[in-house]
């Protein structure tokens, strides 16, 4: 992509010309088990139709295969993977089962619809397990593997045989199985990183060690647990060393920390092409967002907001110095074009942290243009505000330059400070600084409230009566750092104005809309005396 040959890409390896990349680019299955080790996720329970609709989305995603469950495991989940095997089109539908032959029976029963149907046959290998769950001797494990893998081959020509725990399994027992179970007909040996205990570089050699061992026509396959956050790494340093297979969850979800995820893997094999030029996935990457989304809503399993490829901030700058980036040129602090996995594009969130470049192109961007005084009182106001809450959505922005721009441009009051006191046992108290034209003035009242007082100290500091005829607040959006929004009326004689106030505290937006309607009111009246004086009594 745009970074071949450049930095890091230039240190590490000499460049093969692009065209002969394509050529030589080998097919990677992605076999997604969202389905099967995803739903082993804790809390997690999908019923059959929900199952059914992640399966056509994964379908939709161009996955190779779908690990639709674990038949044996419940009357739920063998109709899941019989519905989706009768039902879903494109992937080549899985079905896990443990090495019994009652198991793998069951197994072909749920999947014979299928166009085609693989059955993934486990058993574990590691001392602990054998000793601790299996209570097996290698012996056992080795036989069962045969006759696991062997029934398994009499439905079906296409066969994944798993050691689980691989990982914690010493290599010559794992080699001996591993050949056992490719005698018997496995045609993909899986080497599942069960406990997530890998480390890249041992995982990749551990992967060439087989090839070289092992011979056969098989296809090896990763399956990488995020125990300890190297799930990616695991199964990408996997890829490297030949695997052809990788097993990957959308949103990483899984048994305990979860397994690879699949959009992570995809999308580090399609930005870094340069270093994995040897495969191709055939993932359409614009459905990624949509699936994680699907996936999120029916397990209930939020994503992480700053979840790689597809979570809401992986696309959002904040601080002034990449949004100037970002916004000059995308490529400065964005590796992906959010696009290309289905998400909306670069977003630039208003915080505390952002510069006025920003906010000026936000603005410009809702089609307000502020230039000039204008946008520095604006700009001002919204580091006031950014400092009081976590992020200033477009709403909240419009609110604030409606309000500063009203009174900038009508040269109105400006309210400098306000101080209140007051609650349940002491009477309330409001203290005022204002200023018009740069002159200032303060005023002191007490009310039947915070807001009453306020009102009634910017009386009092305006020397302007009116009465407050109308009060209406409402939240601009939602949650409890919302901008409250207030529309006052106050009148005096025959001439009735409005003002508007918003903060994040409702007092303050309060005594801004009073302040605001008080300097329309002047305004106001100032022109009617200025009739009056040129049109005579
Ligand atoms: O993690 C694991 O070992 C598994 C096997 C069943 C492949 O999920
Ligand atoms: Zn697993």
Request: glycine share 10%; net charge negative; charged share 25%.
């Amino acid at each position: 992509m745009d970074f071949v040959g450049t930095g890091m890409s230039e240190l590490a390896r000499v460049e093969y010309p692009r065209e002969r990349k394509a050529n030589m680019a080998e097919h990677l299955i992605i076999f997604d088990t969202t389905l099967r080790d995803g739903e082993q996720s804790p809390g997690i329970s999908l019923d059959p139709a929900e199952k059914l609709e992640i399966a056509e989305q994964l379908a939709n995603l161009g996955v190779d295969y779908i690990e639709a469950g674990f038949p044996v495991a419940s009357q739920g989940d063998f109709e899941a993977v019989q519905a989706i095997a009768r039902g879903v089109d494109g992937p080549v539908i899985a079905g896990l089962s443990r090495t019994n032959l009652s198991d793998v029976d069951r197994c072909w029963d749920a999947l014979r619809d299928a166009d085609a149907a693989r059955i993934h046959v486990f058993i574990s290998t590691s001392p602990t397990h054998m000793e601790h769950m299996l209570k097996m001797t290698p012996e056992q494990v080795l036989q069962e593997t045969t006759a696991g893998v062997a029934r398994a081959r009499e439905f079906t020509d296409d066969v994944e045989f798993s050691p689980q725990d691989a990982t914690r399994t010493p290599v010559d027992f794992m080699l001996e199985v591993l050949a056992a179970a490719v005698d018997a007909g496995a045609t993909t040996l899986n080497i599942p990183d069960t406990v997530g205990y890998g480390i890249p570089w041992d995982f990749g050699s551990m992967i060439t060690y087989i090839r070289e061992q092992i011979a056969g026509d098989y296809v090896l396959s990763t399956h990488c647990h995020n125990d300890l956050g190297l799930a990616t790494a695991n199964s990408l340093a996997g890829v490297k060393a030949g695997a052809r297979q990788v097993e990957v969850c959308v949103n990483g979800l899984g048994e305990r920390a979860g397994n690879a995820a699949l959009e992570e893997v995809v999308m580090a094999l399609a930005i870094r092409d340069d270093v994995f030029d040897e495969v191709t996935t055939s993932v359409r990457t614009e459905e990624l967002s949509r699936t994680s989304r699907l996936v999120s809503r029916l397990t209930g399993y939020p994503v992480q907001y700053n979840k790689a490829v597809v979570g809401r901030n992986a696309f959002a700058h904040e601080s002034g110095i990449h949004q100037h980036g970002v916004l000059a040129e995308r490529s400065t602090y964005e590796i992906i074009e959010a696009s290309k996995v289905g998400q909306k594009g670069s977003q630039i969130v208003l915080g505390k942290h952002s510069g006025r470049h920003a906010f000026a192109d936000t603005l410009a961007k809702m089609g307000i243009k502020v230039q000039g005084e204008a946008l520095s009182a604006a700009f001002t106001r919204f580091k006031e505000l950014a400092d009081r809450k976590v992020q200033i959505t477009e709403a909240d922005l419009e609110a604030i330059v409606v309000e500063e721009l009203g009174a900038d441009v009508e040269t109105g009051y400006v309210l400098e400070s306000l101080e209140v006191a007051g609650g349940t046992v002491k009477e309330p108290r409001a203290h005022v600084i204002i200023s018009l034209g740069g002159r200032k003035s303060e005023g002191d009242a007490t009310g039947d409230g915070m807001i009453d007082a306020s009102c009634r100290a910017i009386r009092d500091a305006t020397g302007v009566e009116a009465r407050l005829v109308d009060f209406n607040v409402s939240s601009v959006t939602g949650g409890i750092d919302a901008l409250g929004d207030v529309v006052v009326q106050i009148e005096d004689g025959d001439v009735r104005v409005s003002g508007r106030g918003v903060s994040t505290d409702v007092v303050e937006a309060s005594a801004r809309a009073y302040l605001n309607a008080v300097s329309r009111l002047v305004r106001t009246r100032s022109r009617d005396d200025v009739r009056r004086i040129v049109s005579g009594p």
